[in-house]
């Protein structure tokens, strides 16, 4: 999982994705046993960034995302019309 890790830090460092935080907030992947967490802001393209770094990803290494069970949390105070809330 590490190499996905680094994935994420190298789109980053391109300015590929937007930073997370004013205070230089890096920790954009987040993974316990089989699970993964993945911080971005919702912005279609950075949200089409980290579907390509999954695809290819899962490509590579053959761990794939189980889109039965992946679901997307929003964390902060607007609503976005294309996330379910639970």
Do not use: T
Request: proline share 6%; net charge positive; aromatic share 10%.
């Amino acid at each position: 999982m590490e190499p996905l890790q680094k994935l994420f830090h190298l789109v980053a460092d391109r300015a590929m994705m937007s930073p997370l935080a004013r205070s230089d907030l890096k920790q954009r992947v987040s993974m316990f046993a089989d699970d993964v967490m993945i911080f971005l802001k919702p912005i279609e393209l950075e949200m089409q960034v980290c579907a390509a770094i999954m695809r290819d990803y899962g490509e590579a290494s053959e761990l794939h995302v189980n889109l039965k069970r992946a679901m997307p949390y929003h964390f902060g105070a607007m609503r976005r019309p294309w996330i379910r809330y639970a």
